[in-house]
């Protein structure tokens, strides 16, 4: 018997999705925003105002790029093809339409919609104030403050589609942050520290694979469990060991940074994606590597039955618990080295909770990209970039309330979460134990 013929779509594609039931909610919701976009944006902003933006080509012949925009003209033009989106929306909608071409029309749709909206707010929050945003300084820190989350994504990806729930991504990025930084601090060496982070996150990913699947605890109870212990093991020995060793711990080691030849030389993306350390590098190839694995080969199968249909795949001869228990290691191990990323990267020494809530956004950026890994790295990086915005706002003078800002991630995660995941199916049987 073939694994193939005996387990039920892994991605729980329909055959007939036309027979599925109307979803309003994305077409209101576009509708909404292009609203606000017309009367906060576009009608707040005089016919006469400009918008400033500098644009780093990363060309050392062509340098930096300034663009002077009619503030009123360019918000007009993004608010047109919102509305002109939302119409797309409504349409689709109405007559059950769900892919053009073979792509996904809330897919582009969303994403588009999103690219205006975020260009229409920054747009209008640089008008007429003489001081030119800094576009590319906008991506590299949203990048930069996304990495963490990507690897998180990916390690709940793992673990979720092998049919381990992991609430635990934020013990797992403090646990390889604090490895990461006292071998590091150690050695002085921040190789040795990179080595050291996925073995932390592995460790912790044993611990959630043993009590979730050898005793059947409940996942998400173990998973909380871990948070806390890692929390309050690293800030105890940050208080004692770490403090009171200031001479050897607090000596902090970082990542070198690569150029890549001629792709660091492509304007604008050039020195937002190819000047980085070797985390960045490595984040690109475990997206890569993780989308085709899953989805194109034999152990991506074997994984995915685990969390669909384990008793097809026991059936045909996998050792069910075995594999969720060796992929639940490896998720923990992708984790461990996006808490390198806090430490390693930035050449910081360990603080206490230094991870501060990004495992749960992670959770979050994983459920919104629907247990994909390509899905998972672009609601990272859109949380990232709602991160990022505090900071870019800042420079150019824009007075928004520092705790809206502060509040502006886990918004996005939550309106994200609760209003565009409503036909993303997670695995048939994630966190239900298997007694094979």
């Not at 871990?226 to 309050?232: D, H, K, P, R």
């Not at 949380?383 to 809206?404: I, K, M, R, T, Y």
Request: one cysteine or more; a positive charge; charged letters at 10%.
């Amino acid at each position: 018997m073939s694994l193939m013929n005996t387990q039920p779509d892994l991605d729980h594609e329909l055959e007939h999705e036309v027979l599925r039931p109307r979803s309003w909610k994305m077409p209101v919701a576009l509708t909404i925003f292009t609203l606000v976009a017309l009367a906060g944006f576009c009608l707040t902003v005089d016919s006469g105002v400009e918008s400033k933006v500098a644009i780093v080509t990363g060309n050392s012949l062509i340098g930096t790029i300034n663009l002077v925009l009619p503030s009123f003209s360019a918000l007009l033009v993004f608010t047109v093809a919102m509305a002109a989106l939302a119409g797309i929306s409504w349409w689709a909608t109405a007559t059950r339409t769900v892919k053009i071409g073979g792509v996904r029309i809330g897919s582009w749709v969303g994403i588009l919609f999103g690219t205006f909206f975020v260009s229409a707010f920054l747009l209008w929050a640089v008008a007429g104030r003489g001081v030119a945003l800094q576009f590319t300084s906008l991506l590299s820190g949203a990048l930069f403050l996304s990495i963490p989350l990507i690897f998180g994504a990916m390690a709940g990806t793992v673990c979720e589609r092998v049919g381990v729930i992991n609430v635990s991504i934020e013990g797992q990025l403090l646990a390889g942050a604090f490895l990461a930084a006292v071998l590091g601090a150690i050695t002085q060496n921040p190789w040795i520290g990179l080595l050291a982070a996925p073995i932390a996150g592995a460790l912790i990913g044993l611990l959630l694979a043993l009590f979730a699947v050898r005793y059947w605890v409940d996942h998400i109870i173990v998973g909380v469990v871990l948070n806390v212990l890692v929390g309050g093991l690293t800030s105890y020995l940050f208080s004692t060991v770490l403090t009171r060793n200031p001479d050897v711990f607090a000596m902090s080691v970082k990542l070198p940074i690569w150029k890549i030849p001629i792709l660091s030389e492509i304007p604008v993306l050039g020195p937002v994606l190819f000047a980085q350390s070797v985390l960045v590098y490595i984040m690109y190839l475990a997206v890569i590597i993780l989308q085709i694995m899953l989805f194109k080969s034999k152990w991506g199968l074997r994984l995915r039955s685990c969390g669909e249909h384990p008793r097809a795949a026991d059936t045909v001869g996998i050792k069910v618990n075995r594999t969720r228990v060796v992929n639940t290691i490896l998720g923990g191990a992708i984790a461990g080295l996006g808490g390198a990323y806090f430490t390693l990267a930035n050449g910081l020494a360990f603080g206490k909770h230094m991870s501060g809530g990004r495992g749960y956004i992670a959770l979050a950026a994983m459920i919104l990209g629907g247990w994909k890994p390509k899905g998972a790295l672009v609601a990272a990086l859109l949380f990232g970039f709602a991160d990022n915005l505090q900071n870019s706002l800042g420079v150019v003078g824009v007075e928004v309330p520092s705790q809206f800002m502060l509040m502006a991630p886990y918004l996005v995660t939550i309106f994200a979460v609760a209003g565009l995941v409503g036909r993303v199916h997670p695995p048939a049987m994630e966190g239900k134990p298997y007694k094979g």
